[in-house]
């Protein structure tokens, strides 16, 4: 196994339909992005790694002209009925060449979705994210830090395909970073800034930290 595929999530997502439980973590992940955005005179966003349309949904309510990727079918299947109206859905492998010209967007946006691959992959998504993002845009993002990683084992266990990459046994794969790791796949970057950030929603049981991520905002 590579990276978790497209029937993994289709089967992530149906089961969240099924329980009512959507994945949505409200304000969290766009919050922080609006300055920048604004700052920066950005109109269109791509959004990869989607889930089920709500962060998208809630930047096209802040006015911004919004496309949103994702690899799961079922999933981009219950956003276009939720948010249809606010933002264009495409079922697409972010991981592949997506279908936009270089330059098409003012800024990239992905909250914990990019950290789902080996360190090839990923730096392929990286250098993909820099040949849709126009000159002066932004790429803003979350990814799991290397300080999620013993959080995240304490409720599931994993076996470690590559240096700090790993299988769970649910079939996920997850991906920890570095601050060196980061600011090396963002080498090509001008004004990077990455903030350590715990996560501020608590565990549901044991009231501990729940995740820790780094947030990112780069200007290209």
Known sequence: MVHAGAEF??????????????????????????VPLRQAGVRTVLELGCGTGNDAARLAGEGYEVTAVGLSGEAIGQARVRFGSLARFLAADMTR????????????MSNVAVHMFPDGVTRAVFAQVGRLVRAGGLFVFHVNSLEDRPLRARRLPARELEPDYVAEESGQTVHFFSEAYLRELLA?????????????????????????????????
């Open 97 to 108: 060449r997506l279908p936009f010209p270089d330059g098409s967007f003012d800024a990239v």
């Open 9 to 34: 999530w289709d089967g992530f997502f149906r089961q969240r339909l099924e329980s009512g439980d959507d994945l949505d973590w409200a304000g969290v992940w766009t919050r922080p992005f609006l």
């Open 188 to 220: 090509g970057w001008q004004q990077v800034q990455l903030v350590p950030v715990p996560v501020p929603v608590p565990h549901r049981k044991t009231g501990e930290p729940f995740k820790h991520v780094w947030r990112g905002v780069a200007r290209r």
